[in-house]
């Protein structure tokens, strides 16, 4: 089994170009089976995600090729099936897109109940409803999710319970092709959100109202191919400016949007760390002897705290002066890599959906286990900033979000290596020696 191993102390000086968005490439890729032609998509990150998406299209039928590192290809043209039931679906939460984009489509789809992130119930059930609001009959038989429209997709007005994304996102797509008009109240407003429209409107899709609460879309015809950029990732650039701050150090953060990044900087500009924006980067330090403060934190939709920068927060608040209490608002049990935290000398009490920390003064290096994606990268943050050694396993969760982190990391100094072993690691280079 795979392992990282991080050797402590090392402020991260530099600066590191952030990919393509994760959580928005694996709503665009399963969009392109709406379009009946060829997708040429920019900035894609080479995430396990991706290419777990990339194998399932590819035995649906589509062809599908990288023609460099972050370009893809995709031809949807000869589609063979409506049925994505392969393990590859459930290794992953954003598989459940494929329903949305096969239902839009061929009014047909039959498609795994996805797996992913364990952090609590995360049941599909506003999506559900969506379907069914547009025609579709669904079912789930034996843990395959199959949704039929015998009369087509019909456009219709519809109204969230919550601002949820992947609902969003998923009736969002299910709809392009409908005859007739959708209508999303109380829609999530995330820049994912907002880029997947960008992508089907490229494509001919006619969506407005994307970023606000109210999302109206046109039926078409049909999309036609074209070419598409991804937004850069929001959630790899909070976690670096985070790693910044944590270790003491100085790093410019480049390829971001800033404006996505507002709660976050706020943040960290409240507990005491300096953010500098520009264009397209920020900056982030923090001097190694500065005291940093205690804050409070609630996670929220967009343009709120994000869920998926709880954990990396977390990690740094428990260097903080004092006690900072956050409650996580989105998901139930997100907080099981306190455990793991705790093994490094964190101070920190759970109560449901509510973590008290008290700040320490220094993680202490130790052997520890990812248990989701942020989660795991928050154990990374862990390590940058102990004293001593600290080995992560089950490594495979942080790549599905985070292209080539461990490199990234050694550009900015960190003493990092990849072993099933315990390397040899170079204090100054974070190269493996020999």
Do not use: W
């Amino acid at each position: 089994m795979k392992k990282y191993v991080i050797r402590g102390g090392n402020p991260l000086e530099g600066e590191v170009r952030i990919s393509g968005g994760k959580n928005a490439a694996v709503a665009i890729i399963p969009a392109a089976l709406l379009v009946n032609g060829v997708c040429i998509i920019e900035n894609v990150p080479v995430v396990n995600d991706v290419i777990l998406l990339t194998k399932i299209m590819s035995n649906m039928g589509a062809k599908v090729s990288f023609l460099d590192k972050t370009t893809l290809r995709i031809d949807s043209t000869e589609i063979h099936t409506c049925a994505a039931i392969s393990e590859l679906v459930r290794k992953m939460r954003a598989s459940y897109y494929l329903i949305g984009a096969l239902l839009g489509r061929f009014g047909n789809a039959q498609v795994g109940l996805p797996g992913g992130c364990d952090f609590g119930v995360r049941p599909i059930d506003y999506h559900i409803r969506g379907f069914e609001a547009l025609g579709a009959t669904v079912t789930i038989e034996h843990g395959i999710v199959n949704a039929v429209a015998e009369n087509g997709v019909k456009g219709t007005s519809l109204s969230l319970d919550f601002p949820s994304v992947g609902a969003t996102i998923n009736i969002m797509m299910a709809a392009v092709l409908a005859e007739g008009t959708t209508v999303i109240e109380n829609a999530g407003k995330e820049p994912h959100i907002v880029d997947i429209a960008n992508f089907l409107n490229a494509m001919g899709a006619e969506i407005r109202g994307a970023g606000t609460d109210t999302i109206k879309i046109k039926g078409v015809k049909e999309l036609h191919g074209g070419r598409y950029e991804i937004i850069p990732d929001q959630i790899e650039a909070g976690t670096y400016m985070v790693m910044a701050a944590a270790t003491g150090g100085r790093v410019k953060v480049s390829n971001v949007i800033p404006k996505h990044l507002e709660s976050i900087s706020a943040k960290l500009e409240e507990i005491g760390v300096t953010v500098e924006e520009d264009d397209d980067f920020i900056t982030v330090s923090r001097e190694p002897s500065q005291i940093m403060n205690k804050v409070n934190i609630k996670t929220l939709p967009y343009p709120g705290f994000p869920t998926d920068m709880q954990p990396q927060m977390s990690t740094l608040l428990c260097l903080a002066n004092g006690t900072s209490i956050v409650t996580e608002g989105i998901y139930e049990h997100r907080f099981k890599y306190v455990d793991e935290l705790r093994r490094m000398g964190a101070k920190m009490d759970v109560d449901g959906r509510v973590c008290v920390i008290t700040g320490i003064e220094k993680f202490t290096g130790a052997a520890v286990t990812a248990c989701d994606l942020r989660a795991g990268v928050s154990l990374v943050i862990a390590g940058l900033c102990a004293e001593g050694m600290t080995e992560i396993s089950n490594v495979q969760l942080i790549e599905r979000g985070y292209e080539d982190i461990v490199e990234k990391l050694r550009g900015l100094g960190a003493s990092i290596g990849i072993s099933d072993d315990e390397p040899q690691i170079s204090e100054k280079t974070g190269e493996n020696a020999g």
